[in-house]
């Protein structure tokens, strides 16, 4: 069964004394004017949608945002774990504020996310990062404000990661980024313990949202006009496992594309093992789900997978392909792949490569293996060498990168809907219903908004196209 605990309203309502001191601590210390925040957020769209409850509860206390860290009264970094090279960026960052910090005393310093919720790092930040006033883990962001209460009357620096995990939190006030793509996260934590992965560590385990409070949110965004809306989880695939209320991930999908509107759905991540035939022949039969699948395979090797314990074989992993292209026969894939994770050997790594010539994807999320204290991959024997890591690596992308020109070149003359998202320069760019980019000329009022597009021209980086209507 899943061990979900829901957080209760009284729990959520017990904050709004601490919301409401904060308030007044500001109102004093800054005389006529709001105090500022700066959130930078790291890692995935699970941290972004975080990122997005915390600025709810911080809009809460009064708190504008600002883009400047120098201007900033409160600086909170959401924080990633999931490679080494991410953590030495926030390490090297928030390094970076101590100067800052000292012209400016009042200033809030806060840590929170996946990479403090990890005890050997909360403690460094700790020890050596003085002027750092709280660390704050993923299990109780819906305390947020009690703990930074905590830390201004008490005038003392705090430590809150406790491993406690399996809460959901309904009801926590939310900044959203964007004004027509939303974010909304179906469910925390992940069961699957791949044995390079530190995100079970770090995020806990699998808990799904209620699908009442999930359709219900779907419903308000698509009433304030959303045309996307990206449904949230590190294993959507096994969204409603072992809850009471037998709603799984297809039919939360027909729930959701039966809500009356003009938008579309998107979802992230699918584990291979848990997608099933049945989800794609729910994505034929709903015509609001986008025909983009992100299913990463991580390795093209058997032995690797295994080893990975990714729990699918290459085998499995082509045939769900097949399946899924004979039944929405215009899908497109993008995927993850990590290339050198220990003890893969030259004939592994081509084994990677003949995978993604097999598949053909329309891009590809390309890491080189980063070793995650705790996981069960970072104390395997590693015998090849960096560089020749970075080799493959190189091989790997130019190999996409070649497979990606053929698949955009085929695209010319092609007429799409579109959804036109930002400026870039003298031009608007619009997301392809594949996920590719493609640059128009246009009125930046169009920034929002559906239209027909074709596609011009294929430069090596980008499709070049014209609107043709606006929708
Ligand atoms: N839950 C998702 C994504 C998790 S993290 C999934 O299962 O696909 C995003 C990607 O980071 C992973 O898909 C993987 O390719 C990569 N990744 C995770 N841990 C890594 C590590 N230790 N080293 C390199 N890449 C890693
Ligand atoms: Fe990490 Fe695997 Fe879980 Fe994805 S499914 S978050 S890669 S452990
Ligand atoms: Fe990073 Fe945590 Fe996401 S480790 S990738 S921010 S779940």
Known sequence: MANTRMITPEELAAQRPFTARIHDYYAYLLTGRSPLAYVRTYGCQQNVSDSEKLKGMLAEMGFGFTETPDEADLILFNTCAVREHAEDRVFGNVGALKNLKRRKPHLMIVLCGCMVQQEHIAEKFYKSYPFVNLICGTHVLYRFPELLCGVIEEQKRKVAIPTEDGNIAEGIPVVRDGTFKAWLPIMNGCNNFCTYCIVPYVRGRER?????????????????????????????????????????FPELLRRINAIEGDFLIRFMTSHPKDATKELFDTIASCEKVSRHFHLPFQSGSNRILKEMNRRYTRESYLELIRYARSVVPDISFTSDVIVGFPGETREDFEETLSLIEEVGYVSLFTFIYSPREGTPAAVMPDPVSAEEKVAWFREMTALQETLSAKRTAAMVGKTMKALIETEAGAFLEARLPDNVIVRVEGDPSLIGRHAMVTVTEARSWILIGKIESVL
């Open 208 to 248: 799904s949202r209620d699908p009442e409070a999930v359709l219900k949110e779907a419903r308000g965004l698509v009433a304030q006009g959303y045309k996307e809306i990206t449904l949230l989880g590190q294993n959507v695939n096994s969204y409603g496992k072992g809850e009471a209320h037998g709603v799984d």
